[in-house]
């Protein structure tokens, strides 16, 4: 039986990720801040549910320690924030900091720490929750915190894809969707289940050769 590792898992897009590898008979680690308040995730049969802060080193080497040794098919680097939106004038330095700690240097440290355990399994696969907001090619202004955030983790889990495809690790990047989250809002037209389901499909679908691209959740390539 695969494995998957889902960050954020307790709603939204990691929620409906966890439901669909679950229905799929994976393993699934539903990995959060708060495991005793994510009832949902809770409730989905077969969920192993791991506390984690992606914003604490202590908290993702305590995680690292607790699955040492355990293949991880699927490294699924969810979990992310906004941050925030407006132009040069308004933007909140320290909110950019921890927007940063959150879309970039948790998922990096999560990577490093988990890593061995995706190169002793059978997929070798990492997934990225990044952003078309990420992308230069597509950028019209503004939303510097978040679009900042994402093209900076864009650019690591490029780095990341070179130094270890000769491990036979494949490393992607999604664009989600304007998904109907709390980050999304409740007009977005993708639903997360949609959203979900496509990135799954991908992912199943990858081959090594796929290693380092970056893609919109329906399987369309992105550009830079």
Not at 20 to 31: C, L, R
Not at 69 to 95: C, K
Not at 112 to 120: Q, Y
């Amino acid at each position: 039986m695969p494995t998957v590792l889902i960050t954020g898992a307790n709603r939204g897009i990691g929620l409906e990720l966890a439901r669909a590898y679950a229905a799929d008979g994976w393993s699934v680690i539903g990995a959060c801040r708060n495991p005793g308040a994510a009832t949902d995730l809770a409730a989905i049969k077969g969920v192993e549910l791991c506390p984690l802060d992606v914003t604490d080193a202590a908290s993702i080497a305590a995680m690292a320690e607790r699955y040492k040794g355990r293949p991880v098919d699927v490294l699924l680097n969810n979990a992310g924030i906004i941050g925030g939106r407006g132009m040069l004038a308004e933007i909140d330095y320290a909110a950019w900091a921890d927007t940063m700690e959150t879309n970039l240097f948790g998922p990096t440290r999560i990577a490093e720490a988990m890593k061995d355990n995706v190169l002793s399994s059978e997929r070798k696969q990492m997934a990225f929750i990044s952003s078309m907001m990420g992308s230069l090619a597509e950028c019209t202004g503004g939303s510097y915190i978040y679009r900042s955030s994402k093209a900076a983790l864009n650019m690591a889990v490029k780095c990341l894809s070179l130094e270890f495809a000769g491990k036979g690790l494949t490393a992607v990047m999604f664009h989600p969707g304007h998904v109907r989250t709390d980050m999304g809002g409740a007009a977005a037209p993708v639903l997360p289940v949609e959203s979900a389901t496509g990135i799954k499909s991908v992912i199943d679908g990858l081959s090594p050769s796929d290693n380092g691209r970056f893609f919109n959740y329906d399987g369309t390539e992105l550009p830079w």
